[in-house]
């Protein structure tokens, strides 16, 4: 038997779907979410860190208004999710809680992740709150979303967020076995298929359309959910919600569902979004000792390094370093703008706060946010 991607897996996204989640639209299904907690409390228990990304806020906001059908009007959907998301965060907090997790929600949009600046600091929030062993429950601003900047379904918030924080494993957790050369409902003669590469097109022409009146995600969404995942070196599992166990099953090795694996190590994918995709805003030219901390030791750039800084940079842009002959020596993400690093130049990190005001980060740039040229 194939051996589960999971097996290995110490960071973990966890997504499940809106049919899971509230039994087809009847409500939340305290049940079904209690059984994902206990899973999720004994991977913890593992020393696995795990964010899970559920959708069901505007399902369970239609069962408390009495909908019958999902409303087409953007007001009226940003209505149901505020209503539903007190039912939703309510019952994960009861239920984590239960198995002696502290949980935490976070509403994100496309916006969000899409600025630099948003981006860190929601990555560094997901990363503070599981270093202080908080499991963080996800889902879409969907009250304040619009057309453009929605992320349109929950199984590619589930692989942003699975890049966000460098995560090994994405699961997709669905009210389908796993992907199908056709669809079974449909087609008898459907194959099974329990493994393939992500970001393969033959997957993207075999997948169908959405099924479920309740959530808009169907199968191709969640073959390019693990494509994008892919592209920041996780793999992907696509796997029934209501399998005994799944995940924990998984994550010793079981193999269930579909696995979809990234052919891309984590990181060369990182090192190839870094140094081919995005664009320089500015330089910082560092001394002799922090070069060599750099290059030989692999350390994050500290701001009493910093001999010179160049350019018209904000935090979460990406900016060079330079050695101090002035050749690029690494790229990354600044967690402190050019008027910011220009005061906080030369000096211990202790003193960040005394001289702007606030400390974001220790690090000028963090070394997982570093990348060597």
């Known amino acids: 038997m194939t051996t589960s991607v999971l097996q290995g897996a110490r960071r973990i996204v966890v997504k499940v779907g809106s049919s899971l989640v509230t039994n087809e639209g009847r409500g939340v299904d305290a049940e079904a979410i209690g059984n994902w907690c206990r899973q999720l409390a004994q991977l913890a228990l593992e020393g696995r860190e795990v964010v899970m990304v559920s959708s069901g806020a505007i399902a369970e906001g239609m069962k408390r208004l009495g909908w019958s059908t999902r409303p087409k009007e953007l007001h009226e959907l940003q209505a149901a999710a505020a209503v539903g998301q007190m039912g939703l965060a309510q019952m994960y907090e009861t239920k984590l809680r239960e198995h002696g997790l502290t949980s935490a929600q976070v509403l994100l949009t496309h916006a969000d992740l899409a600025d630099r600046e948003r981006y860190l600091n929601a990555r560094s929030t997901l990363l503070a709150l599981l270093q202080h062993r908080v499991l963080p429950v996800i889902n879409e601003n969907d009250t304040v979303v619009n057309d453009e900047i929605k992320f349109g379904d929950n199984d590619t918030l589930g692989a942003l967020v699975a890049n966000l924080v460098e995560a090994d494993a994405l699961v997709i957790l669905t009210d389908q076995k796993g992907l199908y050369s056709a669809d079974p409902r449909k087609d008898p003669t459907a194959r099974f298929i329990d493994q393939a590469v992500a970001g393969t097109p033959e997957l993207e022409i075999m997948a169908g359309g959405a099924g479920s009146s309740i959530g808009r995600g169907g199968m191709i969404t969640k073959i390019l959910a693990a494509k994008r995942a892919a592209s920041s070196g996780a793999s992907t599992v696509i796997a029934w919600g209501r399998e005994p166990d799944v995940l924990l099953r998984l994550a010793h090795g079981e193999a269930i569902g579909t696995a979809l694996t990234a052919s891309t190590a984590k990181l060369a994918a990182r090192k190839q979004w870094m140094v081919d995709h995005l664009q320089l805003r500015g330089s910082v ?8 901390k750099l290059k030989d030791e692999g350390k994050s750039l500290l701001p009493i390094g910093v001999q010179d800084v160049v350019g018209d940079f904000h935090r979460g842009d990406v ?19 050019s008027a910011e690093a220009r005061l906080i130049a030369r000096k211990p990190s202790f003193d960040i706060e005394r001289t702007i005001g606030y400390a974001a980060e220790p690090e000028l740039i963090h070394r997982d946010n570093l990348v060597l040229r």
């Open 319 to 337: 900016i060079a370093v330079l050695d101090p002959a002035g050749r690029e020596l690494a790229r990354g993400l600044t967690n402190y703008s």
């Open 285 to 292: 030219r560092v001394d002799a000792g922090a070069a060599i």
